[in-house]
C-alpha cells in the first residue's frame, strides 16, 4: 500500500511538486525571518558577551538596556568596593561619540574606556597589535569591520576603493587625536556602529566634560562567593542595580521584546508563512486526493480499509513534507553562508530547526487531514460510477 501510494503521489508530478513548493516557502521563510529575529536580539546584548571576564555588571538601577547610558559619580566605584564578598571591581566607560575622520567626514562610534591598570574590559580577539599598546599616548583599538569600512580612508583616486585603517593611523574623537594600535574583532551590535576602545581615563578626556561619567562597574566575587549573593549586598548597600551576565543580557532582550515592534513583525511574517504553506499544500493536496477518488473507492471494493486509506495519506504527507522541509532548511543554510560577515543579522540554532519542522508538520497533517475526511466518507461504489 505505501508503495502504491508513493507511485500515485510522484504519478502527478504537477501537484507533487506544487505540494513540496507549498512546504519549501514556508520552511524556508519560517526558518529565515525567525534566524534573522534571533540574531538581531543576540547583536543587543553583542556588547555583553565581548566583555566576558566579570561576574557582575553594576549600574544605574533605572537602567533598562546594555545601550541606556545613565552615569554615575566615580565615588560609587568605592562603595561598591567595600560591599562585602567582592573580589575586585574596575570602572568601565561607554558612550557614543563623534569620530572626524581624515577626509572630513563624521562618524558615530561606541567608545569603550576599560580600566588603566588591569585593563579588564579590552576585546577577546585581538586581530592585529596588543592590548598593552592601550597604553602608548592616545592609543585606541578599532573594530576591525569598521576598519575597513565606516572609518576607511578616502579612495587613493577618485572612484577607487577605501583605504582600511592601518596601525599609526589617526582619527579625531570630539576634537581630540586618537593613534590606531590594534584592531580587534567584536560581536556586532544592534545598531551595528564602529566600536573603539581606549583607557577609562583617556575616555573621560575624549568624552564631553559632565559631572557623572561612569558607565558601569564590572565586578568579580570573591572565589567560592555566589555572584548573585554579591549582586544582592551591592543592590542593598548602594541602591545600584547589579546583575550577572545572563540576567543583563536577559533584561536587554526583554526590553527590544516589550518596547520595540520587532517580535510582531517577524511574528507576522512567520505566521504569514504558516498560513500561505497551509492554504496551498492544503488545497492542491485535497484536489489530488479528489482527483484520485476512483482509486481509492477500488481499494477500497477490493477490500482495503479505511486505515489503510488514511495511511497512505499520511505517508504522502509525510514525504512531502520531508523533502520540501529539507529544501527549505537548506535555502535557509545557504542564505546564511552567504549572509555571513555583513551587516545583515543571521543566527540560525537547532531551536529554530524545531520549530520549523513543528510548523511543517502541521502544515502536513492539517493537509493530510482535509484529505483524510474525504477517505474516510468513501464509498466504494464510487469506481462503478461514470
Not at 147 to 152: D, E, Q
Given at each position: 500500500?505505501?508503495?502504491?501510494?508513493?507511485?500515485?503521489?510522484?504519478?502527478?508530478?504537477?501537484?507533487?511538486?506544487?505540494?513540496?513548493?507549498?512546504?519549501?516557502?514556508?520552511?524556508?521563510?519560517?526558518t529565515?525571518?525567525s534566524?534573522?529575529?534571533?540574531?538581531?536580539?543576540?547583536r543587543?546584548?553583542?556588547?555583553?558577551?565581548?566583555?566576558?571576564?566579570?561576574?557582575?555588571?553594576v549600574?544605574?538601577?533605572?537602567?533598562?538596556?546594555v545601550?541606556?547610558?545613565?552615569?554615575?559619580?566615580?565615588?560609587?566605584?568605592?562603595?561598591?568596593?567595600g560591599?562585602?564578598?567582592?573580589g575586585?571591581a574596575?570602572?568601565?566607560?561607554?558612550?557614543?561619540?563623534?569620530a572626524?575622520l581624515?577626509?572630513?567626514?563624521f562618524?558615530?562610534c561606541?567608545?569603550?574606556?576599560?580600566?588603566?591598570?588591569?585593563?579588564?574590559?579590552?576585546?577577546?580577539r585581538?586581530?592585529?597589535?596588543r592590548?598593552?599598546?592601550?597604553?602608548?599616548?592616545?592609543?585606541?583599538?578599532?573594530?576591525?569591520?569598521a576598519?575597513?569600512?565606516?572609518?576607511?580612508l578616502?579612495?587613493?583616486?577618485?572612484?577607487?576603493?577605501?583605504?582600511p585603517?592601518?596601525?599609526g593611523d589617526?582619527?579625531e574623537?570630539?576634537?581630540r587625536?586618537?593613534?590606531?594600535?590594534?584592531?580587534?574583532?567584536?560581536?556586532r551590535t544592534f545598531?551595528s556602529?564602529?566600536?573603539v576602545?581606549?583607557?577609562?581615563?583617556r575616555?573621560?578626556?575624549?568624552?564631553p566634560s559632565?559631572?557623572?561619567?561612569?558607565s558601569?562597574?564590572?565586578v568579580?566575587?570573591k572565589?567560592?562567593?555566589d555572584?548573585?549573593?554579591?549582586?544582592q549586598?551591592?543592590?542593598?548597600?548602594?541602591?545600584?542595580g547589579?546583575f550577572?551576565?545572563?540576567e543583563?543580557?536577559?533584561?536587554?532582550?526583554?526590553?527590544?521584546m516589550?518596547?520595540?515592534?520587532i517580535?510582531?513583525?517577524?511574528?507576522?511574517?512567520?505566521v504569514?508563512?504558516?498560513?500561505v504553506g497551509?492554504a496551498?499544500?492544503?488545497?492542491?493536496?485535497y484536489?489530488?486526493?479528489?482527483?484520485?477518488l476512483?482509486y481509492?473507492?477500488t481499494?477500497?471494493?477490493m477490500?482495503?480499509?479505511?486505515?489503510?486509506?488514511?495511511?497512505?495519506?499520511?505517508?504522502?504527507?509525510?514525504?512531502?513534507?520531508?523533502?520540501?522541509?529539507?529544501l527549505?532548511?537548506?535555502a535557509?543554510?545557504?542564505?546564511?553562508?552567504?549572509?555571513?560577515?555583513?551587516e545583515?543579522?543571521?543566527?540560525?540554532?537547532?531551536?529554530?530547526?524545531?520549530?520549523?519542522?513543528a510548523a511543517?508538520?502541521?502544515?502536513c497533517?492539517?493537509s493530510?487531514?482535509?484529505?483524510?475526511?474525504?477517505?474516510l466518507?468513501?464509498?466504494?461504489a464510487?469506481?462503478?460510477k461514470?
Open positions: 500500500m505505501i508503495i502504491l501510494a508513493l507511485k500515485m503521489l510522484f504519478g502527478d508530478r504537477g501537484k507533487f511538486v506544487a505540494m513540496v513548493a507549498g512546504v519549501f516557502f514556508s520552511a524556508m521563510v519560517i529565515q525571518q534566524s534573522i529575529f534571533i540574531g538581531l536580539m543576540t543587543t546584548f553583542g556588547f555583553i558577551t565581548d566583555t566576558n571576564l566579570p561576574d557582575l555588571w549600574m544605574d538601577a533605572r537602567v533598562q538596556y545601550d541606556d547610558i545613565k552615569p554615575m559619580q566615580d565615588t560609587q566605584l568605592l562603595r561598591v568596593r560591599v562585602e564578598g567582592v575586585w574596575v570602572p568601565l566607560y561607554k558612550g557614543l561619540l563623534k572626524r581624515s577626509d572630513g567626514r562618524q558615530n561606541n567608545v569603550i574606556g576599560i580600566d588603566d591598570a588591569t585593563l579588564i574590559g579590552a576585546p577577546v585581538m586581530v592585529k597589535g592590548i598593552e599598546d592601550l597604553r602608548k599616548s592616545d592609543a585606541v583599538i578599532v573594530d576591525a569591520v576598519a575597513r569600512t565606516r572609518l576607511a578616502p579612495p587613493a583616486v577618485p572612484g577607487g576603493a577605501r583605504i585603517l592601518k596601525l589617526a582619527i574623537l570630539n576634537d587625536r586618537a593613534v590606531v594600535v590594534g584592531f580587534a574583532e567584536t560581536t545598531q556602529q564602529p566600536v576602545y581606549t583607557t577609562y581615563s575616555a573621560l578626556r575624549y568624552a559632565e559631572r557623572r561619567l561612569l558601569f562597574i564590572l568579580k566575587a572565589p567560592g562567593v555572584p548573585k549573593v554579591v549582586a549586598n551591592i543592590s542593598e548597600t548602594t541602591g545600584l547589579a550577572t551576565s545572563d543583563f543580557k536577559d533584561i536587554t532582550v526583554s526590553f527590544f516589550t518596547s520595540t515592534g517580535p510582531i513583525n517577524f511574528g507576522l511574517a512567520v504569514l508563512a504558516f498560513i497551509t496551498i499544500v492544503g488545497q492542491t493536496f484536489t489530488f486526493t479528489n482527483e484520485n476512483k481509492f473507492g481499494l477500497r471494493a477490500g482495503a480499509s479505511p486505515f489503510s486509506l488514511v495511511l497512505m495519506i499520511l505517508v504522502q504527507a509525510a514525504v512531502v513534507g520531508g523533502i520540501g522541509y529539507g527549505g532548511v537548506g535557509a543554510s545557504l542564505f546564511q553562508y552567504i549572509a555571513t560577515g555583513s545583515l543579522a543571521f543566527r540560525l540554532v537547532w531551536q529554530i530547526l524545531a520549530i520549523s519542522g511543517v508538520f502541521l502544515v497533517a492539517i493530510a487531514l482535509l484529505s483524510a475526511r474525504k477517505l466518507k468513501l464509498e466504494p464510487i469506481v462503478f461514470g
